[in-house]
């Protein structure tokens, strides 16, 4: 499984066609104590850059941005009930969505982990 | 993932208060807000800092808040200088006591809210102490300064931070280092030796707590903090926990609950208002404000609690069920203590009343809300014991 992120501060985790997209550590800790998630449905078909899922903090709403093609598979239940586990685990339980990757070619725009740290020193 | 809440300003442009290095210190996240460069949260965050204020004490720099003199021979006339551009009674205004009013245009909207104390000290009659909004001191200080007769002028204050402590604990953890805070009736000031350093300290805050805002020298900003901080019940709170605590309070932010198109009867602050004022005018907008007061404004200020867990945020549009659009949000988001996503909005006089079923629509879809009463969280100002 190969982990790759966006500009956007989105993870994603490619596991053979399914890609498992959530939001970075430090995405979390800039949006500050998350209050509210709102999911996409399931079957709902993705363009890259389309709203994937909103995440509102006390302070304000945020958007999830879909960082590849792809029809949407699944979605973390769990987190309507517990938004802040996206504080808590952002990398790990937390995960929004996961696609059926339409273009895998799309993968090579993103950035691996090493390139992402690098991106958010710069910030 | 992207926000709706951008901050592109310079922060090279931004000004600094006394306390900037101390914020940066304390690890807080920096933003520009009114052009300062203001801690927004501190690591802990606006969740923890919003429900520390509730709990014990939080301290709150506002010294990016306009702070002046308005200073003339005696106090009836200072007072009557003020009255020609607010509706409260400056006139009875007590020595040491204090006053929330608003600036007003011609047309009676809003041009800023503002707290006015009279000093205490006989010596200092003729003077008024002045607090506005630091987004609003370049419309203030010239409206104002346009209105004075030629004896009376407004001073302002640049070497003076103003710091805010609120919450239960607040008064107490002052008092440790200046005992006469904890003498303080509610909406009363007194000068004061915080450490052996002159403070200006009055029993008010913008939390719906009990607490005081401190007027202390700038160049002492940062020893006086130091001190508070030192006291475990005193945390450092940013800009976003002070907006949900007065949210909560249902306590109006200029620009956002207020303008210069709303009227103290539409923002349902006509408490402002003494009797005096209200039946005699002599104020900018008096007519259309008296108006108003009779005949009940076409619109006005609600809160609002939202059925379900989707905060609906400034801008958002009201509407009955199914139906028109009445009104619009002016400030809503997560109330930490409410324990529900809380809104204030201007709605149709006919849709204010408490209990009402309202739509408010965010991201396209109708959100279920309820008009409630405000204060959303009861306010827990204190209250003198009786004699």
Known sequence: ?123 | MGTTDSHAADAADLKRTPLYDLHVELGARMVPFAGYDMPVQYPTGIMTEHQHTRAAAGLFDVSHMGQAWLIGPDHETTARALEALVPSNMVELGRGKQRYTVLLNAEGGIVDDLMVTRPVAEAQDGRLFLVVNASRKDVDYPLIRAALPANVRLELIEDRALIAVQGPQAVAAVAAHAPKAAELAFMSADWMEFDGITCHVSRSGYTGEDGVEMSVPADKAEAITRALLADERVKPIGLGARDSLRLEAGLCLYGHDLDETTSPVEGDITFILQKRRREEGGFPGAARIQREFAEGPARKRVGLKLDGRAPAREGAEIKVPGGDTVGIVTSGGFGPTAGVPIAMGYVAAAHAAPGTKLALVVRGKDLEATVVEMPIVPHRYYRAPKA
């Not at chain 1, 709102?38 to 899922?53: C, F, I, R, V, Y």
């Not at chain 1, 009930?81 to 993968?107: C, H, M, R, T, Y």
């Open chain 1, 1 to 123: 499984m190969t982990t790759y992120y966006s500009k956007d501060h989105e993870w994603i985790a490619v596991d053979g066609d399914t890609a498992t997209v959530g939001i970075t550590d430090y995405a979390q800790s800039q949006l500050g104590d998350v209050v509210y998630v709102e999911l996409p449905d399931t079957g709902k078909a993705l363009k890259k850059g389309d709203e994937a899922a909103v995440v509102e903090s006390v302070k304000a709403a945020s958007e999830v941005y879909a960082p590849i093609d792809g029809e949407v598979v699944a979605t973390n239940a769990a987190l309507v009930d517990s938004p802040a586990n996206v504080n808590e685990d952002p990398e790990g339980g937390a995960w929004f969505v996961k696609l059926k990757i339409a273009d895998k070619g799309q993968l090579a725009d993103l950035m691996d982990e090493a390139s992402y740290k690098a991106y958010v020193e710069t910030l």
